[in-house]
C-alpha cells in the first residue's frame, strides 16, 4: 500500500536487497574504533589482568536479563547478527593505541593491544528466539580480557536491539496478519541509533523502513508518502494532490488531513483516484495523521467504498503503539497500515533492557556473585540450557542446568529451590548453539527477514497466557539438581558465614 522507490524491493522472506545495491556494511564503526566503543573500566580490568599476569586466563560469562520489558511475558532476542561481525574485526589500530598511551595506559600493555584479536568462542540462541528472564541466551568464552573487552558492544547492541525488536513484535501481534506495521521512527530516534532501531524493528516484524540507510544496509523494503509540507506548497489541496499523483502513479498515498480531512482531504482524494482509473492507474492509499483516528477512518472508508473505491487502503500514523492500535481495532477501524514511530524506536514505556553480562567460570574455577539480594546472585559454572515442550508442541519451559550434568528430570525455582517441577517425560531442545569459533562467525549471518522469520514461527510455539499484555502467566525457567548444589556451596552461609 505504501510509496515505495523506483528500486526493486527485497523479498522480506528471503532477505533480498535491493537491486544495484553493494553488500550491506555492517556497522557505522571502523575495525580499530569498535574496540574504543567500550566503558573506560573495560580497559582499566584489561590492563590490570595484564599486569597480574592473568592475560591468558581463561574466563565463561553468561548473557540474560532479569525481567521482562513493558510488564509483557516475553522478549524477542535481536542484534546478533550485527554484532558478531563487530566483534570479530576488533583492531586496536596506531591511532588508538597512541590513544591510550596518551591517557596514562602502560606501554607494555599498549604495545600488546596491537596483536589482539578475539580468539574466543561465543554461544547463543538464534535471533528472533523468544526468551525469558534469566535464561542465559548467550555465553562468551575466551581469555579474561578477550571477554572483557567485547562485553559493552555486546550489551549494548543486543539489549537495545532485543527491546525494540519486542516492542515492534507486540504491534504486529496486536495487528494481526492482515494488516501491515511499518518503522517510521528515525527522525524520532536517538541519534545514529536509529539504525539498530530500524534493523530491530525488521525482526520484530515491521514489513518495511521509511530509513533509507537502513533499507540499503539491511536488505529492507523501504516505506514513505508525503508530509503535511508537500501539500502546503501548493496554493491547493487538489492540486498537492494532484502533482504527486502525476509524479508516483499506482504508487500514490496521500496524506488527507492537512486541512480538511472529510470535507476536503478525503473528496480530493476520490478525485485523484478516479483520475488515476481513467489513466488506468490505481490510487494506492490514503493516509490519516491527526485526530479521531477510528471516526476518521470508519468516515473515510464509507466515502472511498461509496465511489467504488474498494481496494483504495487506509493507513494511520500519529504516536502509535501496541495499546493503541488494539483500542482502534476493538472499535473497528478500517485500518489497513499502521506506521509507528516515536514509541517503536525509543522502546517510549520501557526505554532499557536489563541484560546483564557476569562471569561464571575463571581460572578453572566456578565463579559465582553474591548479593543480599538472591535475585541479584548469579549461577555458577559453564552451563547450557534446554526448552521444554508440552505435548501440544508449545513450550512449557527453560531449564538451566551445568554442561557436565545429565538430561534433566526435574528443574527448581531459581529463588524458591524447594518449588520443583518434573520434565523427565517432556520432549526438549537445547537452545544455545555456537555461533563464533576461535573468533570466527562459525555460520552465515541471519538477514532481518530470516530472524523475523524465526520470530513469528517460535512465538506460535508460545502458550497464550504469555502473551497477555495484562499480567501475563510468568513463563517457567528453572535451575538443575546440580546448579541448586553448586550455588548452595558457593554461599558464604554455607561456610558460616551469617550476612
Not at 472499535?331 to 516515536?342: E, L, R
Amino acid at each position: 500500500m505504501v510509496i515505495r522507490g523506483p528500486q526493486r524491493l527485497p523479498d522480506m522472506q528471503g532477505g533480498r536487497m535491493l537491486a544495484g545495491s553493494p553488500a550491506p556494511r555492517r556497522t557505522m564503526l571502523t575495525a580499530t574504533e569498535t574496540p574504543l566503543f567500550t566503558d573506560l573500566y573495560q580497559l582499566t580490568m584489561a590492563q590490570g589482568y595484564y599486569l597480574a599476569g592473568k592475560a591468558d586466563d581463561r574466563a565463561v560469562f553468561d548473557v540474560f536479563f532479569r525481567t521482562t520489558p513493558f510488564d509483557g511475558g516475553y522478549c524477542v532476542f535481536a542484534g546478533l547478527g550485527e554484532v558478531l561481525p563487530l566483534i570479530a574485526e576488533m583492531r586496536f589500530g596506531d591511532d588508538e593505541r597512541e590513544f591510550l598511551r596518551a591517557n596514562g595506559f602502560d606501554d607494555a600493555f599498549v604495545d600488546w593491544l596491537a596483536d589482539f584479536r578475539f580468539r574466543g568462542d561465543i554461544w547463543s540462541v538464534r535471533e528472533g528466539e523468544i526468551v525469558f528472564p534469566r535464561t542465559p541466551f548467550l555465553r562468551v568464552h575466551g581469555t579474561l580480557i578477550e571477554a572483557q573487552l567485547v562485553e559493552t558492544l555486546l550489551l549494548n547492541m543486543v539489549n537495545f536491539q532485543s527491546l525494540v525488536a519486542t516492542k515492534a513484535h507486540r504491534m504486529v501481534d496486536v495487528a494481526g496478519d492482515a494488516r501491515q506495521v511499518i518503522d517510521f521512527g528515525l527522525r524520532r530516534a536517538q541519534g545514529l541509533g536509529g539504525m539498530q532501531a530500524s534493523r530491530a524493528a525488521a525482526v520484530g516484524g515491521c514489513v518495511s523502513t521509511s530509513n533509507v540507510l537502513a533499507a540499503r544496509r539491511y536488505g529492507l523494503a523501504m516505506s514513505g508518502t508525503q508530509a503535511h509540507s508537500w501539500v502546503q506548497s501548493f496554493d491547493d489541496e487538489l492540486a498537492a494532490f494532484r502533482a504527486f499523483a502525476d509524479a508516483y502513479g499506482d504508487r500514490t498515498v496521500l496524506l488527507v488531513d492537512t486541512w480538511d480531512t472529510l470535507g476536503s482531504g478525503v473528496p480530493n482524494a476520490i478525485t485523484v483516484a478516479k483520475e488515476l482509473a481513467e489513466r488506468g492507474q490505481k490510487l494506492a492509499g490514503i493516509r490519516l495523521d491527526s485526530g479521531d483516528l477510528a471516526y476518521l477512518s470508519r468516515k473515510a472508508r464509507r466515502m472511498l467504498d461509496e465511489a467504488g473505491l474498494h481496494d483504495v487502503q487506509i493507513a494511520a500514523s500519529n504516536n502509535l503503539d501496541e495499546h493503541l492500535i488494539k483500542s482502534l481495532l476493538e472499535q473497528d477501524a478500517p485500518i489497513d497500515v499502521f506506521g509507528v514511530g516515536t514509541r517503536l524506536v525509543t522502546a517510549w514505556d520501557d526505554p532499557a533492557l536489563d541484560g546483564v553480562y557476569k562471569l561464571a567460570f575463571a581460572g578453572g574455577r566456578d565463579r559465582m556473585k553474591v548479593s543480599d539480594n538472591i535475585e541479584k546472585t548469579t549461577l555458577p559454572g559453564i552451563k547450557r540450557t534446554d526448552r521444554f515442550y508440552n505435548d501440544d508442541g508449545t513450550f512449557y519451559g527453560d531449564g538451566i542446568a551445568l554442561e557436565s550434568e545429565p538430561a534433566l528430570e526435574r528443574i527448581h525455582h531459581p529463588l524458591y529451590p524447594d518449588m520443583r517441577s518434573s520434565v523427565a517425560e517432556l520432549d526438549r531442545e537445547p537452545l544455545l548453539a555456537q555461533v563464533m569459533a576461535s573468533g570466527a562467525i562459525t555460520d552465515p549471518l541471519p538477514t532481518p527477514a530470516q530472524a523475523s522469520a524465526y520470530r513469528a514461527e517460535r512465538f506460535a510455539k508460545l502458550p497464550d497466557e504469555h502473551k497477555r499484555f495484562h499480567n501475563p502467566h510468568v513463563y517457567k525457567v528453572g535451575i538443575s539438581p546440580g546448579l541448586v548444589e553448586a550455588r548452595r556451596a558457593m554461599m558464604p552461609s554455607a561456610t558460616g558465614y551469617d550476612f
